[in-house]
């Protein structure tokens, strides 16, 4: 029952989100504000993983290329084919939920306890919209650090496979586009979005119903961070059943 | 003016408020006291229309609150200004962007035009010089200063108060006070106070209602609250020696 209630309780919050708007030009500043802090800020970390990842997944898969059959090529072709339709979208959008989704639901649960939301509310101001609605617009531009995170990722995998000597240049470029199928990108990317929405809503949920003080911000921020990954990867899977199979 | 007619307000059952009758007069600083569980928070939030009243009506300057549209409500609430006992500043916000708040929210003014406003009000309450500074670089005295100048930068009708001086030494305590109690002068506003401070009840107490268990268990000033035969109130504002020899002194006309 306190599943359901939950889930009620965030869809209602959605209905608000999406209710009266703050007035525009307020809106505005708070969008770039929340683009500044929720992708700018997130680019250095998620720019550090992608390129190394990508470079060990390139050398991990070079190293269990034994077979003097399989083309050398093959190890482009798997860091592409990971990085792009898993490495970025998701595991990128994990370590989100623990970077943004802790910093959404601990910023949101202390303006609830320190009684800010009540001003907000008092000043007949509709605190959803306010509060979570420009976050929602700025990971809209999440999709564009999971573009460079696929870049960095490759670039990683190059780096690591032709300088290691395992990949010949030539090798690792024909490999990158053998078989490329356009669609497993725009598959990525619709997942990306759905995850962004993620992102922003589920760690909001926590941060504006929580109850308490100090204690208890950071206990929401770990549970929104252990919720936004579930369903992260619910969604994750429902979208490759639904696109890819 | 806000009068207040039959206020019921129950939780899970239990009725926290009974029925209360009150008329809050405009130009005045009416105190709302009692001891903690008295139902003087959710009285207050009943009138901010954060809770909605089971029974009773709540009327501002004649109108209940029940008839207003939304439109209406939003409107009264940009005539709303609120002092929250921590504050309640935006913590991502400086001192002179908090006070301007309410003016870029509501208001179609120039910023030139906030500018000279902001500095009004931060002059009115003592605090030139403060404008740049975040909530965390300041005392809480000052805290609670910036928070008056936010709620009434807009020039509201009515003033609300949640315990505007808890946390604060007796000095500030008082300058807190007088502070609300001159702009209400000065503003011609409703002003409603929620109370623990004896000092706030009798230095500005010019209308004062005190609740127990829910009701309206005495009314007056802060001169009849000196001459009160009334035992449930005696034993709550003279529970400590020091305001008992207050009240001795008072009456033997020291």
């Not at chain 1, 770990?222 to 919720?227: G, H, M, N």
């Not at chain 2, 200063?145 to 808890?166: G, H, M, T, W």
């Not at chain 2, 604060?168 to 002068?185: W, Y």
Request: with cysteine; proline share 3%; aromatic share 12%.
């Amino acid at each position: 029952m306190t599943y359901l209630h939950s889930i009620g309780e965030y869809f209602l919050m959605l209905k608000g989100v999406f209710g009266r708007m703050t007035k525009r030009s307020v809106l505005k500043d708070l969008i770039f504000k929340e683009i500044n802090e929720l992708i700018i800020g997130s680019l250095g970390i998620v720019c550090f993983l992608s390129f190394f990842i990508g470079a060990v997944v390139a050398i991990q898969t070079a190293l269990n290329l034994n077979n003097p059959l399989i083309p050398k090529s093959l190890v482009a072709f798997a860091a592409r084919q990971s990085v792009i339709l898993e490495f970025s979208p998701t595991f990128i959008s994990i370590i989100m939920a623990g970077k943004v989704g802790s910093f959404i639901t601990s910023s949101i649960g202390s303006m609830r306890v320190t009684e800010q939301i009540d001003a907000l509310e008092v000043m007949g101001i509709n605190s959803k919209n306010y509060l979570i609605f420009p976050k929602i617009i700025a990971m809209l531009t999440y999709p564009f650090v999971i573009a460079i995170s696929m870049f960095l990722g490759i670039l990683g995998a190059y780096v690591a496979a032709v300088l290691g000597g395992f990949v010949k240049p030539d090798a690792f470029i024909t490999g990158l586009q053998d078989d490329f199928v356009t669609f497993h990108l725009i598959y990525a990317f619709i997942k990306t979005f759905l995850f962004a929405f993620i992102l922003a809503t589920v760690p909001a949920y926590h941060g504006y119903y929580m109850k308490g003080g100090a204690l208890e911000v950071g206990q929401a921020s770990t549970t929104a961070f252990v919720w936004t990954s579930v369903v992260l990867i619910i969604t994750n899977y429902a979208t490759t059943q639904l696109l890819l199979s | 003016m806000i009068e207040v007619k039959d206020l019921h307000k129950s939780f899970d059952g239990e009725e926290v408020l009974k029925g209360l009758n009150f008329v809050f007069e405009r130009g005045k600083t009416n105190l709302i006291i009692g001891q903690s569980g008295s139902g003087k928070s959710v009285f207050l939030k009943n009138m901010l229309g954060i809770f909605t009243p089971e029974k009773g009506i709540i009327e501002y300057d004649g109108k209940p609150y029940s008839h207003f549209t939304d439109e209406e409500r939003r409107e009264l609430r940009k005539e709303i200004g609120m002092v929250f006992q921590g504050g309640a500043l935006f913590d991502s916000m400086t001192v002179k962007e908090n006070v301007m708040f309410p003016l870029k929210m509501f208001t179609k003014m120039k910023k030139s035009e906030m500018e000279e406003r902001v500095d009004t009000v931060l002059d009115r309450v003592n605090l030139v010089g403060a404008d740049d500074k975040m909530p965390s670089e300041i005392s809480g005295g000052m805290q609670k200063r910036v928070s008056i100048a936010r709620a009434i930068v807009n020039q509201p009708k009515y003033l609300f108060c949640d315990e505007p001086n808890s946390g604060l030494d007796p000095t500030t305590a008082t300058v807190i006070d007088n502070l609300i109690q001159k702009i209400t002068h000065e503003f011609d506003i409703t002003t409603i106070i929620i109370t623990h401070d004896m000092n706030s009840v009798l230095e500005i107490g010019e209308k004062i209602a005190f609740l127990k268990d829910g009701l309206l268990a005495w009314t007056g000033t802060k001169d009849e609250i000196f001459r009160t035969e009334d035992k449930t109130v005696t034993d709550f504002v003279y529970s400590s020696d020091l305001f008992k020899k207050v009240r001795d002194a008072q009456l033997k006309g020291y």
